[in-house]
């Protein structure tokens, strides 16, 4: 597995964004696959992840109705729409992928469950 994030940019508050995460080798579709952010000076934190069959999503509480993790296995690609951006998401966005098996439907909110990392990519947001 080798991750690349991409989508990052500079926007105003009430903006929105699309990060992507592709895998380059291979299939995604045994990963669990997350999405985590880091502000400067804080620990990385968690912002959402997606079961292995795209059955199941979890979103933490601040980004609840402003952003979607999807995937799409036929590109190897996870996605975060990210609308109505606040300075306050402002940070480093990571991907990550857990391996979990075919079919599985479990949700994997631990950084530390996660096997794989993308390199990251800046979102920062203007009021």
């Known amino acids: 597995v080798q991750l690349r994030a991409s989508g990052g940019g500079l926007v105003q508050a009430g903006g929105s964004l699309r990060l992507s995460c592709t895998n380059s080798?291979?299939?995604?579709?045994?990963?669990?696959m997350g999405w985590f952010r880091q502000a400067p000076g804080k620990e990385r934190q968690f912002v959402a992840t997606?079961?292995?069959?795209?059955?199941?999503?979890f979103h933490i509480d601040s980004v609840k109705g402003r952003f979607t993790i999807s995937r799409d296995d036929t590109s190897r690609t996870v996605f975060l729409q990210m609308n109505n951006l606040k300075p306050e998401d402002t940070a480093v966005y990571y991907c990550?992928?857990?391996?979990?098996?075919?079919?599985?439907?479990?949700?994997?909110?631990?950084?530390?469950?996660?096997?794989?990392w993308g390199q990251g990519t800046q979102v920062t947001v203007s009021s």
């Open positions: 080798r291979g299939t995604l579709s045994r990963y669990a």
């Open positions: 990550a992928a857990d391996w979990v098996g075919f079919g599985s439907n479990a949700v994997i909110l631990n950084l530390y469950e996660y096997d794989y």
């Open positions: 997606i079961s292995a069959t795209g059955g199941r999503t």
